[in-house]
């Protein structure tokens, strides 16, 4: 699993700039968690591990 800080665009906009994302795979699948504001880091987290321990079971 990845988690990275999407860079923040400096004028008007850009789909996920400034956005908390968690990428990872799971038998050739790409998934993506993806929320706006750095401030919203811990947010994204909890979202991250309420996914993945719903899809361990």
Known sequence: MLAC???AYQRGGGVNGDHIAY???D???TYVISVHGYAN???ARAMMAALT???NG
């Open 41 to 43: 880091e811990p947010r």
């Open 5 to 7: 800080r999407v860079v």
């Open 27 to 29: 038998a050739r699948i």
């Open 23 to 25: 990428v990872w795979d």
């Open 53 to 55: 321990a719903a899809a």
